[in-house]
């Protein structure tokens, strides 16, 4: 007798990551990559020397990988976004009258 077994996907609800990045960070860095590649475009076809091109873009992208991947370390999958949320949150809150402790109910 054969029994059928089922395959089980143990990485449903797991974020997406492709080599340490998580998530949007993904996005992030291609998107970052296409924008250096098209100011690397403008450049060239600007006039610039593309030696000097190539390192302008080369910096910068070292920097984009440097920062996106850091990123990714330090706040994990939802971690920025709730790091730019927890900036809307007031520090303190006033409350200058009683009036919403005294309400009085009236039967």
Known sequence: MKTNGYTINKGVNRPIEFRGLKAQ??????????????????????????FVCIALVGIAGLILFRTVYRLSRRYGQYGWMKKQAARHLPGTIRI???KLFCTWKKN
């Open 25 to 50: 960070y993904i996005w992030w860095l291609g998107g970052g990559v296409a924008g250096l590649l098209a100011v690397f475009a403008g450049m060239y076809i600007g006039g610039i020397n593309p």
């Open 96 to 98: 200058t009258t009683r």
